[in-house]
């Protein structure tokens, strides 16, 4: 039942390229805000000046752009809760802090990391939990005088409840962490920066998320956030506590969780080699999803209609770049011809082509562009496809050349030039019987035969259709590359 009242947000930071992981958060959290009719808050946590970069911020908005992942609040859009930008909220973080603080669920704690480390060392050895254990929790304003006068600065400690959390994940069911799990922890450093800890409920709360979807690896602090939570209710700050659902590990070469140093994670990878934004978000939402047990390949409109959270696999999902490239491959087919002509046109440019601009020839593109269409697994894949009717000479491509030019080549294709020359072209047809009956006088199937023509013409062993191919190049331009072959093979 649709919930025009769902909140949802998707809140990278910007370091970085976009990674595919990344990607499947922010469309899950969008198809479940389309889905039900809510709003989709895009929030940039950017709290990091050593590791964020306006780059990779730009990269964000323009990935989140291209991959058609629009946001009703965020940058460049504005809303109610603006600034959407962690960097520019500081001195909200600093008030909710010091109400913290001012309440009674926050503490400054004195403790110094070598301190902490020997107390964890010792719990280790001892067999107890090895978390924070409360040392400053009831510092008297004596030792705290001791502590300013040694020159220590503290760091603000988030005062847990001393009973068991439970919750129910969306995706995981109900979940229990005890005290022991769930230490104190710190919400501001001791430069006054809050940590994340802190702003991201916080932004949460002031935004009025209402479902909180994101990875696995940040299970272990939803317990923090849900105490925080209820902190920030009493104080007047938050409405409620949203619901949690914890979507699974994106998973790599070897059972490994992809990370962002993984050369598939990257999504200008995938961008760049030509994937359709509606093959590649289909790919993404079968990572922990399904539309049905029988269909793999769907509409961005039918995720939005299908998708809910609660049906997301809690198991890991595996990324299989070639079940990608063949679900892209069925999003390439089903576009109509027009929308395939221009969606390879950035691929018939430079960098990517090799040809000069003014050899391109749009008819022969248009007109070859129907027999390309159901061989492409990626976009790019364009470019080696067709460049034999815009380069002066075929690519020179020896393994090739060394694969079709055996036996007899030059008598076969002197054969099938002849045949060729006297052939009808305006059916391909007739250019496929004209090798064929070469091929017969030489005593070659047709697959033999072709084989060196099409070599002598394209360059390569494998490509478009023969015959269509031919035929749109033209009867003087393929005499004359079989003449070059010729020539190549007298050499």
């Known amino acids: 039942m649709a919930n025009a009242n769902v909140r949802v947000r998707f809140c990278p930071s910007p370091t970085g390229n976009p990674h595919v992981g990344l990607v499947r958060t922010a ?95 010792l719990a280790r050895r001892e067999g107890r939990p ?63 920066a809050p940590l994340y800890t802190l702003v991201n409920p916080v932004d949460d709360a002031l935004m009025e998320i209402t479902h909180v979807l994101r990875g696995e690896d940040l299970l272990s602090s939803t317990p923090r956030q849900i105490a925080l939570y209820k902190a920030l209710i009493e104080l007047g700050i938050a409405k409620e506590i949203p619901a949690f659902g914890h979507l699974p590990y994106v998973m790599g070469e070897g059972n490994k969780k992809l990370s962002k140093r993984d050369p598939q994670s990257s999504l200008n ?123 002066k000479e075929p690519a020179a491509d020896e393994a090739s050349w060394t694969k079709a030019m055996k036996g007899d080549p030059a008598a076969l294709l002197t054969t099938a030039r002849a045949r060729l020359e006297a052939a009808d072209w305006s059916s391909p047809d007739s250019l496929k019987d004209a090798v064929l009956k070469a091929g017969e006088e030489h005593g070659l199937k047709l697959g033999k035969a072709q084989a060196p023509v099409r070599v002598a013409v394209t360059g390569r062993t494998v490509g478009l259709p023969l015959f269509e191919s031919l035929q749109i190049l033209g009867r003087d331009r393929t005499l004359a590359r079989i003449d070059a072959a010729l020539s190549k093979l007298a050499g």
């Open 27 to 121: 469309l899950f959290n969008w198809a479940f805000a389309r889905h039900h009719g809510g709003t989709m808050v895009f929030r940039i946590e950017d709290t990091d000046a050593a590791r964020d970069s306006e780059e990779s911020y730009r990269q964000l908005l323009d990935s989140l752009r291209w991959l058609g992942l629009d946001w009703d609040e965020g940058p460049e859009v504005g809303g109610p809760h603006a600034p959407y930008r962690q960097s520019q909220r500081m001195d909200i973080y600093r008030d909710v802090a010091q109400k913290l603080l001012d309440g009674g669920y926050a503490y400054p704690c004195y403790c110094t990391a070598e301190e902490l480390d020997a107390r964890r060392e």
């Open 269 to 391: 990878l995938y961008r760049e080699r030509g994937f359709l934004p509606e093959g590649l978000l289909n790919y993404l939402s079968l990572l922990g999803w399904s539309f049905s047990a029988d269909q793999d390949v769907f509409s961005v409109a039918e995720l939005v209609e299908k998708f809910d959270v609660e049906d997301v696999n809690a198991n890991p999902a595996r990324f299989d770049v070639k079940k990608a490239e063949a679900i892209n491959a069925d999003h390439i087919r089903r576009l109509d011809e027009k929308a395939f002509v221009e969606a390879c046109e950035p691929w018939l440019k430079a960098p990517y082509a090799d040809w000069a601009p003014e050899d391109f020839d749009r008819a022969a593109w248009e007109a070859i562009a129907p027999y390309a269409q159901t061989r492409l697994t990626v976009l790019s894949d364009i470019t080696a496809n067709v460049d034999f009717l815009f380069l």
């Open 130 to 192: 090895s978390g924070y254990d409360g040392q400053c929790r009831t510092v008297t304003p004596e030792q705290k005088a001791v502590y300013d006068a040694e020159g220590r600065q503290p760091i603000i400690r988030f005062r847990m409840p001393d009973e068991p959390i439970t919750f129910t994940d969306l995706v995981r069911g109900e979940l229990t962490f005890t005290p022991d799990n769930v230490p104190d922890y710190g919400i501001v450093r001791a430069t006054g």
